[in-house]
């Protein structure tokens, strides 16, 4: 009976630590995004001290039904307006968190035909400088972030997470760019619930 009661009085007392462990160690979890669960800033610091970006909207760009992409667009003040957007020679940024890898032929084949319709009557002018762009593309992995950020007097800098690619001058270049995304037109066959999420619609 001393022994059946020692065994018992010893059971729980294993259970109470086995419980308070498991307790510290739900609550020592931090909750956080890291490298391991990325998620869309709600604002982008400008190098140079020039300023920040604030998180206009987002969406999601499915294929098959599959998550591809989360597209973001960053300006300094919140707009619904595509077109004055496009138009406009200010700070702005667009961000691809991506869902899935990509290889880059499939990457490659996107853009490519993006540019036919953001350029459009532009093309053949800019058609060096989306050269330059499709030259730098890479295979896409899984959490991987792509940057687009454009400074009015620099041009649009590309970043692959946090390595900066290339640089493209010129706003008509950011206007070909930003298209792809933000284009609203009865000829362009893009993304229109990725773009209404994009413009916080």
Known sequence: MVKKGLLGRLFKIESLISISLLFMLIVSTPSVYGADNPK???????????????????????????????????????????????????????TMLWKRDVPKDKTLEVFTDGFKYGAGANYDAQKSNIDSFLKNLAD??????????????????????????????????????????????????????????????
């Open 40 to 94: 869309i800033a709600d604002k982008i610091t400008l190098d140079g001290g020039k300023g920040e970006l604030v998180l206009n909207g987002s969406g999601t760009r499915r294929k098959f039904g599959f998550k591809v992409y989360e597209g973001a667009l960053y300006l300094q003040a919140k707009s619904t307006d595509s077109k004055k957007i496009v138009e406009a020679d200010e700070p702005m940024a667009i």
């Open 140 to 201: 896409a992995a899984e959490k991987d972030l792509w940057r687009y950020i454009y400074i009015p007097g620099k041009g649009t800098s590309i970043y692959y997470n946090d390595k900066s690619v290339a640089t493209i001058a010129g706003l008509d270049f950011k206007k070909a760019l930003f298209s792809i995304w933000l284009l609203e037109d009865s000829t362009f066959k893009g993304d229109s619930d990725l773009r209404k999420g994009m413009l916080g619609k």
